[in-house]
């Protein structure tokens, strides 16, 4: 870390990165965390999407596609990450506006094969599901093939970041709709608090990032 003025960290695991963020603490170097937090260390700013708003968004979607208290299942990402437990957060928040019976929410770690697996286990315990909402494109389109597979093709399924192969998806009709980040965003907004940060102005703790739902046009 010689020579380093600031760290700006994507973690993909926030507890794993913890303890680099406390070594540059130690080093009196400043971190700057981007999309994920970590769990331990001090940060003097996280810039990442509006995880909560955009599960949010995912549910009201929902219940304007299929109605008000809509039969759902939840596929969340993995236990702990900052970004489950708000887009979790959020999409709580839509199933009390909207009354949703929620039939089953179950970790897929944020993974297509286990969104796969883990979908076509609830499909044989809840037939009659309406909408599934999966914390991340990946699920999404795990979902979406067990679904696919029992012949399921009126349940849709909201996927979450936006992602090349979920927006395709999208696209091509078969997912019903994904809430995208816009990591472009986030990379400059960390750029800016970064050089407010080297030239010692003060910068807010928090910068929540929007997000756009994308819906086949």
């Not at 009126?154 to 019903?176: I, Q, R, Y």
């Amino acid at each position: 870390m010689r020579g380093t003025k600031l760290l700006l960290i994507n973690p993909t695991d926030s507890d794993a990165v913890g303890n680099a963020v406390k070594m540059a603490n130690q080093a009196k170097i400043p971190v700057i965390t981007l999309d994920r937090q970590a769990t331990k260390g001090d940060v003097v700013s996280h810039i990442a999407s509006d995880n909560v708003q955009g599960g949010k968004m995912a549910g009201d979607y929902i219940a304007k596609k299929v109605g008000e208290s809509a039969k759902v299942i939840e596929l969340q990402g993995i236990a702990g990450t900052s970004a489950a437990r708000e887009r979790g957060e959020g999409f709580k928040q839509a199933v009390a506006a909207h009354k949703f019976n929620v039939l089953a929410s179950q970790p897929a770690d944020f993974d297509r094969t286990k969104g796969l697996n883990v979908m076509q286990n609830l499909l044989t315990a809840h037939p009659d599901v309406q909408a599934v909402f999966a914390q991340n494109d990946e699920m999404a389109l795990g979902a979406l093939r067990a679904l696919q597979t029992a012949g399921k093709s009126d349940v849709m399924v909201v996927g979450f970041d936006g992602t090349p192969d979920g927006e395709k998806a999208v696209n091509s009709g078969k997912l019903a709709a994904t809430v995208a980040q816009l990591p472009e965003q986030i990379g400059a907004k960390g750029v800016e608090t970064a050089d407010k940060v080297l030239k010692g102005e003060k910068v807010e703790a928090n910068y929540p990032v929007e997000l756009k739902l994308v819906v086949k046009q």
